[in-house]
């Protein structure tokens, strides 16, 4: 029997995050490689990195540890990332390493200099700041590739289109399929499930997220009865029942919002981009996008803390700008399938730089990427209600393939100065 069938996933977090942390005390943090995904904290960060750190303290014998980006007190935002810790046993609170839990003292540098990267491919400032050995020594993502660490990063793996990260991770271990075990299984194709809206065909499933999801499925103990068709995987899979039932219960969870306020679901999904303005090329500004599971619709008539809030959040962080990309299911308009139809919507607001919110506003109208239909604030049922520092224009998203991946790289062009964006 190998090591790995001996440890249970949650028995290698807790005790990696407690020998790291005691390190980390000791000034042995360099010691460690740090495994992370992005600081939005979704199932497919995290579950890559917790893979990605099993892997490679299994198969290469490194010491390792999983971390999430995500602060303790967010972690209850997410319910589909609660139901899938649930479904392999993983306590949240002994066994996760959340990045506040890393002691690091006023003007002193993160206390580990190795990181590998899952689900992103640029190291978060915090990281590298005051800390000139910061190396980045693997990379496995499916965003746009910024072109760095090809140097230092082995594996470097930026798979572009992949409906998952953690489909890529999954690969790794095809030819190790002994360090594979019915947790990491279920856990990475929970997050391939969410990622790819249940691998449905002709939506953002790639041919390595049905092969990631075909070598995964038959290890995974509730899906047994489907495992005895994996053909169905690429040709119907929408016909695995048992598959589908756990993809329904994700989306149902990951929608469950309502009860949340406007500054927790600004922070659920959030990440944060440091651009260069063209017309203030001598500094950066900071830019939030974060993505939220229900239309404006429902959410600002609902919340009249909304406006508040939002400007609190923008203040907190130092944003220049803030970006709020919706994407829920209109109960309101029934598609062909018969299910509710895709929604998607964006709105910005801009602090402090009107010039900015202009060159921005007028480059989002005319965006063919995104097919974007400016609306008024009346057609959500209220009025703008952000004081005179706060410029802001909302749309409704016709292109409602196009996600946070795709809007990143725009708002960046859009607010950096190239050429051509309104065709890009």
């Given at each position: 029997?190998?090591?790995?069938?001996?440890?249970?996933?949650?028995?290698?977090?807790?005790?990696s995050?407690?020998?790291?942390?005691?390190?980390?005390?000791?000034?042995?943090?360099?010691?460690?490689?740090?495994?992370?995904?992005?600081e939005?904290?979704?199932?497919?960060?995290?579950?890559?990195?917790?893979?990605?750190?099993?892997?490679?303290?299994?198969?290469?014998s490194?010491?390792?540890?999983?971390?999430?980006?995500?602060?303790?007190a967010?972690?209850h935002?997410?319910a589909?990332?609660?139901?899938?810790?649930?479904?392999?046993?993983?306590?949240?609170?002994?066994?996760?390493?959340?990045?506040?839990?890393?002691?690091?003292?006023?003007?002193?540098?993160?206390?580990?200099?190795?990181?590998?990267?899952?689900?992103?491919?640029?190291?978060?400032?915090?990281?590298?700041?005051?800390?000139?050995?910061?190396?980045?020594?693997?990379?496995?993502?499916?965003?746009?590739?910024?072109?760095?660490?090809?140097?230092?990063?082995?594996?470097?793996?930026v798979?572009?289109?992949?409906?998952?990260c953690?489909?890529l991770?999954?690969?790794?271990?095809?030819?190790?399929?002994?360090?594979?075990?019915?947790?990491?299984?279920?856990?990475?194709?929970?997050?391939?499930?969410?990622?790819?809206?249940?691998?449905?065909?002709?939506?953002?499933?790639?041919?390595?997220?049905?092969?990631?999801?075909?070598?995964?499925?038959?290890?995974?103990?509730?899906?047994?009865?489907?495992?005895?068709?994996?053909?169905?995987?690429?040709q119907?899979?929408?016909?695995?029942?048992?598959?589908?039932?756990?993809?329904?219960?994700?989306?149902?969870?990951?929608?469950?919002?309502?009860h949340?306020?406007?500054?927790?679901?600004?922070?659920?999904?959030?990440?944060?981009?440091?651009?260069?303005?063209?017309?203030?090329?001598?500094?950066?500004?900071?830019?939030?996008?974060?993505?939220?599971?229900?239309?404006?619709?429902?959410?600002?008539?609902?919340?009249?803390?909304?406006?508040?809030?939002?400007?609190?959040f923008?203040?907190?962080?130092?944003?220049?700008?803030?970006?709020?990309?919706?994407?829920?299911?209109?109960?309101?308009?029934?598609?062909?399938?018969?299910?509710?139809?895709?929604?998607?919507?964006?709105?910005?607001?801009?602090?402090?730089?009107?010039?900015?919110?202009?060159?921005?506003?007028?480059?989002?109208?005319?965006?063919?990427?995104?097919?974007?239909?400016?609306?008024?604030?009346?057609e959500?049922?209220?009025?703008?209600?952000?004081?005179?520092?706060?410029?802001?224009?909302?749309?409704?998203?016709?292109?409602?393939?196009?996600?946070?991946?795709t809007?990143?790289?725009?708002?960046?062009?859009?607010?950096?100065?190239?050429?051509?964006?309104?065709?890009?």
């Open positions: 029997m190998s090591s790995s069938s001996r440890t249970s996933l949650s028995s290698f977090l807790r005790e995050k407690a020998a790291y942390l005691a390190d980390v005390k000791e000034g042995r943090g360099r010691e460690w490689t740090v495994v992370m995904g992005n939005a904290g979704d199932l497919d960060s995290i579950a890559s990195a917790m893979a990605y750190a099993w892997y490679t303290s299994r198969v290469n490194d010491t390792t540890v999983s971390l999430t980006q995500t602060p303790r967010d972690l935002l997410r589909e990332n609660l139901y899938a810790f649930q479904l392999v046993h993983i306590n949240p609170e002994t066994d996760i390493l959340c990045v506040d839990d890393v002691p690091v003292p006023p003007s002193q540098p993160f206390p580990s200099s190795r990181f590998a990267l899952v689900d992103h491919n640029r190291l978060h400032p915090r990281f590298s700041h005051d800390n000139p050995d910061a190396r980045v020594v693997a990379v496995i993502d499916h965003h746009e590739d910024e072109g760095l660490y090809k140097d230092t990063a082995d594996p470097r793996i798979a572009v289109p992949t409906g998952s953690s489909s991770v999954a690969r790794l271990f095809e030819e190790h399929p002994g360090h594979m075990t019915p947790e990491l299984a279920t856990l990475l194709l929970c997050s391939i499930l969410i990622d790819t809206n249940g691998l449905r065909r002709g939506g953002k499933a790639e041919e390595a997220d049905y092969r990631a999801a075909s070598f995964l499925i038959p290890l995974v103990h509730a899906l047994q009865n489907d495992a005895q068709s994996p053909g169905l995987v690429r119907a899979p929408e016909a695995m029942e048992r598959l589908q039932e756990l993809h329904a219960t994700l989306q149902s969870k990951k929608a469950s919002v309502t949340l306020s406007t500054r927790d679901l600004l922070r659920r999904d959030y990440k944060e981009y440091a651009f260069t303005p063209a017309h203030t090329p001598s500094k950066e500004i900071l830019v939030g996008l974060t993505s939220v599971p229900i239309g404006f619709k429902s959410w600002l008539p609902c919340d009249p803390d909304f406006w508040s809030q939002t400007e609190q923008m203040v907190e962080r130092g944003l220049t700008v803030l970006g709020i990309l919706t994407s829920f299911r209109d109960a309101e308009k029934v598609g062909k399938s018969g299910k509710a139809k895709h929604r998607r919507e964006q709105m910005y607001v801009v602090r402090d730089d009107e010039d900015l919110a202009k060159t921005l506003f007028d480059a989002l109208d005319k965006c063919e990427e995104l097919e974007l239909k400016r609306k008024t604030f009346p959500f049922g209220v009025h703008k209600g952000f004081g005179p520092a706060f410029r802001t224009r909302i749309w409704k998203q016709k292109n409602v393939a196009a996600t946070r991946k809007t990143a790289p725009l708002v960046k062009a859009i607010i950096e100065g190239r050429r051509g964006v309104a065709n890009l």
